[in-house]
């Protein structure tokens, strides 16, 4: 029987996280371009594309309706997309600066760090929330928007108390 010992030290783990971490905000980023592209594309080329706006967002109605309300929901979706991104930035920067050590782990550089990622997660939320509520106020004055929940609005529960709610055109309620 052959057995292998594989050593897996502290700078192992943080050379996968940061990996992973770069995975991840390169998806972030192509999730706000994407959004910022579509934004752009609808308003000054063709307003045909809101019918699938970002995910199978349907907002076609919304933007016949009025651009105004069309641009407010996709300017929510940007703040919270580019926002999830810079998060992401700073930590591949705390990995990149080398300002994370075991040693000494919490030092003034790192709490600079955490304190960002803190706010940009309250802020998230904020717009989240507000986005949110902007969608549920809209569906209260008739105007439809296909499936809320394709707008990933519905989240600022998430990023602030850890629970997701499901929505549909009736309301929300909480799911833990």
Known sequence: MVVLWIEISIKHVLNALQVLSWIILIGLCIEAGTIIFNLAYTLAVKPIHTDNFWQGADLSDLYQHDHGHF?????FKI???????????????LFADKKLSI??????KLRTVILNVAFLTLGISFFSHYG????A????????IADPNKLDLYA???????????CNRQGCKKRY
């Open 132 to 135: 949110s509520n902007y969608v």
């Open 71 to 75: 641009m407010v929901i996709a300017l």
């Open 156 to 166: 600022a529960e998430v990023w602030f108390f850890g629970y997701h709610p499901v």
């Open 137 to 144: 106020w809209l569906s209260e004055q008739k105007i439809e």
């Open 79 to 93: 703040i919270v997309a580019v926002m999830k991104a810079i998060i992401f930035y700073l930590i591949i920067k």
């Open 103 to 108: 040693a000494q782990p919490f030092t003034s």
